[in-house]
């Protein structure tokens, strides 16, 4: 199971959403460089990282951060955040990153997402981002009419490295993440699978271990609020 710790850059800040509204967001003081340091100290080797200026300016905004974090603690990272076009992708990697996450724009124009698995391969995470079952695009704001499940179908043979299945109801609210949908993805997905919302406790960490097809979970509000302790979490990261 990987553990991947959350970092969200919004103004050069850490912040969480709750809900991924941008009204509703906490700031930590800790800059998005040192809580990556606090997480290499502590052993993660996983991170994910998410560009919030750029969701919403559809630009690599946060790109030196990124660089740096890269830099100078050789973390495996995926970044996601209004990535929209190739020259975009071909900015992170070549800073190094691990994976690219598509969301919005791959939802929109699903040949973006083909030619991009085929350009950049074993690169491209998608991430399926669902409200009641259906697919949320543009930093949430809108909702797509489109159950994720027969999206995932559709796009399922394209060469996908990696799905992140985020359910926005539970984003940020730490109560549990929706295991139940997160499995009927896994269980119809070419790629494994990463949990991504409502993690509360080192309970949801273990209950994701078990999963068929899936590879990881993202923990990012809980460790903010001391609600999962570092020392605790590491131990899960294998």
């Known amino acids: 199971m990987k553990i991947f710790p959350a970092i969200d850059i919004k ?66 990272i995926e970044i996601g955040g209004g990535i929209r076009n190739f020259e975009s992708i071909q900015k992170y990697t070549d800073a190094g990153v691990e994976k690219v996450i598509l969301g919005s724009a791959a939802i929109k124009d699903k040949n973006f997402l083909k030619e991009a698995c085929e350009k950049f391969p074993n690169k491209i995470a998608l991430g399926l981002d669902a409200k009641d079952g259906y697919l949320s695009v543009s930093g949430w704001k809108e909702n797509s009419n489109q159950l994720a499940l027969d999206y995932l179908r559709q796009v399922n043979d394209y060469g996908v490295s990696r799905i992140i299945y985020t359910d926005i109801n539970r984003d940020g609210m730490k109560q549990s993440p929706n295991f139940e949908e997160t499995l009927k993805v896994a269980e119809i997905s070419n790629c494994p699978v990463v949990i991504s919302g409502g993690v509360s406790s080192i309970d949801d960490i273990k209950k994701a271990r078990n999963l068929k097809n899936v590879e990881g979970i993202i923990v990012g509000k809980a460790i903010y609020d001391g609600d999962i302790k570092l020392e605790e979490l590491v131990k899960e990261d294998a």
């Open 11 to 76: 103004d050069k800040k850490c912040v969480r959403l709750i809900k991924g509204d941008f009204d509703n967001k906490t700031e930590y003081k800790m800059s998005p460089v040192e809580q990556a340091a606090k997480y290499k100290d502590h052993g993660f080797k996983n991170l994910h990282i998410v560009d919030l200026d750029g969701a919403l300016k559809g630009q690599t905004i946060n790109l030196d951060i990124i660089q740096e974090i890269v830099t100078k603690f050789d973390l495996k």
